[in-house]
């Protein structure tokens, strides 16, 4: 499943922007929530709230699922991989976590949303949802600044899993090698000693990681439609 270069460039286009945007979009959220906290005017502390809940619903949850997602995709359509390297796992582990700390909070958000558009205004209400925002928008930039060192970085490191994969690579490369007897045979390593089975699984597994995140993600698309946002 290799990429050919103008699709890898497409993709990794794709993943930039995404991945890019969501930190600029979660820097806005942090923004209006600091406006939020520090406003004295009714009204600015209600456009602050209505639009974090706008943010978060529209361009935040969208771009953090696409981020993910073309982020799996560019993992398996180059020799990245998705499990061979410690920096693309550590990506992924940081990014999915962000991802459920953003929408365990979503219903915070929402309620910050409906606080604001209360007839008179519950300033100390207000105040400590407020706060709670603020900190989780700066932690989840602090979080997710990592996966944007590490992709720039791209730091050694293979995991078990890919130094199993290289290890018969690199010995094809090094001398010409028999084919293994039949019985010498473990499943998923083939006559030329490479592991194919093992891969295929992860990427079958990979494929419907990601068809689960895209389903999550349209369903909390049609469920915010349906709630008349
Ligand atoms: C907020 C999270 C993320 C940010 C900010 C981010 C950012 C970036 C950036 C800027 C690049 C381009 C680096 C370059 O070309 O030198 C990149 C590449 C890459 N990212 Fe991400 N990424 C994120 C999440 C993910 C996730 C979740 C995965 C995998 C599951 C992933 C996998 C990759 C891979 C494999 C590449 C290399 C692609 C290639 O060389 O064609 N990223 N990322």
């Given at each position: 499943m290799?990429?050919?270069?103008?699709?890898r460039k497409f993709a990794l286009t794709a993943h930039v922007s995404t991945s890019v945007g969501l930190l600029g979009s979660i820097a806005a959220f942090f923004v209006l929530a600091l406006s939020g906290l520090n406003d004295q005017e009714t009204q600015a502390i209600r456009a602050a709230y209505l639009g974090m809940g706008l943010l978060a619903k529209f361009i935040i949850v969208p771009l953090a699922f696409a981020s993910i997602a073309t982020g799996v995709i560019q993992s398996l359509g180059t020799p990245w991989g998705l499990f061979r390297h410690y920096w693309v796992v550590a990506k992924l582990?940081?990014?999915?976590?962000?991802?459920?700390?953003?929408?365990?909070?979503?219903k915070l958000i929402g309620y910050a949303a409906s606080l604001a558009?209360?007839?008179?205004?519950?300033?100390?209400?207000?105040?400590?949802?407020?706060?709670?925002?603020?900190?989780?928008?700066?932690?989840?930039?602090?979080v997710l600044l990592v996966p944007m060192v590490l992709s720039v970085y791209k730091p050694r490191g293979l995991t078990p899993f890919g130094m199993r994969q290289q290890q018969p690579q690199r010995a094809l490369s090094e001398r010409p090698r028999p084919a293994l007897p039949r019985t010498s045979r473990s499943p998923g390593v083939s006559s030329d000693g490479t592991i194919t089975f093992t891969l295929r699984r992860m990427q079958i597994v990979a494929f419907a990681a990601t068809v689960l995140v895209l389903h999550v993600f349209v369903l909390h698309v049609m469920k915010t439609g349906l709630a008349g946002h």
């Open positions: 290799k990429m050919t270069p103008g699709i582990v940081l990014t999915v976590f962000a991802t459920t700390i953003l929408l365990i909070k979503l558009s209360a007839a008179i205004l519950p300033r100390a209400e207000l105040r400590v949802v407020g706060m709670e925002l603020a900190v989780h928008a700066a932690g989840g930039l602090l």
